[in-house]
């Protein structure tokens, strides 16, 4: 896969979905729309899905379930790239929304369904609740 040529970092999508800096707020909302519209195209990796959603929850006290709708949204713009499939970020958020489960483990465990693979962990309670297929090493 080709990269777009722009590479969202945490930080611009924080911005847009916690207006809480009216002048970064402006630019984030032009490129958004841009983005919504396909005018352009930006990859939003795994990594930084992780950590917008982390820090959203933990610094913020954002409810999961709001979280979810927010980026749930984003995520489906026509020019937003992502590394898996969407449907993996949007399966993952609605997992995410319904259990207290860490999101970097509901990705790992929507991915590994996904694939067909098993998730090598120590972690059994939370990959048993999200009904993944688990070892220890």
């Not at 990594?47 to 959603?53: G, K, L, M, P, R």
């Not at 979280?67 to 995410?96: D, M, Q």
Request: net charge negative; glycine share 2%.
């Amino acid at each position: 896969m080709k990269l777009p040529e722009k590479l969202v970092d945490a930080n611009v999508i924080l911005r847009f979905f916690l207006e809480d800096d009216e002048e970064q707020l402006k630019k984030t909302r032009l490129f958004f729309q841009r983005v919504e519209l396909a005018k352009e195209e930006a990859l939003i990796t795994d990594i930084i899905f992780a950590e917008v959603v982390w820090v959203l929850h933990k610094v913020y006290d954002i409810p999961r379930p709001e979280i979810a709708e927010k980026f749930s949204r984003l995520i489906n713009y026509k020019g937003i790239k992502t590394v898996f499939r969407k449907e993996l970020y949007a399966e993952s958020l609605g997992l995410y929304a319904k259990h207290p489960v860490d999101i970097q483990d509901i990705l790992l465990s929507t991915l590994a369904r996904d694939q067909d693979c098993t998730v090598v962990t120590f972690d059994k309670g939370d990959f048993r609740r999200l009904q993944c297929r688990h070892t220890e090493p």
